[in-house]
């Protein structure tokens, strides 16, 4: 599969943004997906992560009640909805999949996902 991040930019402290994972080549019914970001000088950290069946989600502590991960299978597109966005979320933001059998699973780790989207770049300005 072949991912294409898209929807990042600058916007201001407390606005949104929603970013978009395209994927071709498979379907995105058949993989665990997630969102990554890394900041200048920073490691790369787990955002969001979605299951194959799209009903089980996992965020990490700082986004909680502010992102939002959703895949839409009949556009074949992952989305990450974020919100009341702080300057603490600017990075650079990764898609990634990883294709699985198990319909409920969450995959958090960076080293669990196979395939991943070029980046989108994500500025909050205070």
């Known amino acids: 599969v072949q991912l294409q991040a898209s929807g990042g930019g600058l916007v201001q402290s407390g606005g949104s943004l929603r970013l978009s994972c395209a994927a071709s080549g498979r379907t995105v019914s058949s993989y665990a997906m997630g969102w990554f970001r890394q900041a200048p000088g920073k490691e790369r950290e787990f955002v969001a992560a979605i299951s194959r069946g799209g009903g089980d989600t996992y965020y990490r502590d700082s986004v909680k009640g502010r992102f939002t991960i959703s895949k839409d299978n009949a556009k074949n597109t992952m989305y990450l909805q974020m919100n009341s966005l702080n300057s603490e979320d600017t990075a650079v933001y990764y898609c990634?999949?990883?294709?699985?059998?198990?319909?409920?699973?969450?995959?958090?780790?960076?080293?669990?996902?196979?395939?991943w989207g070029q980046g989108t770049q994500v500025t909050v300005s205070s």
């Open positions: 990634a999949a990883r294709q699985t059998i198990l319909v409920r699973v969450i995959r958090t780790g960076s080293d669990e996902y196979a395939y």
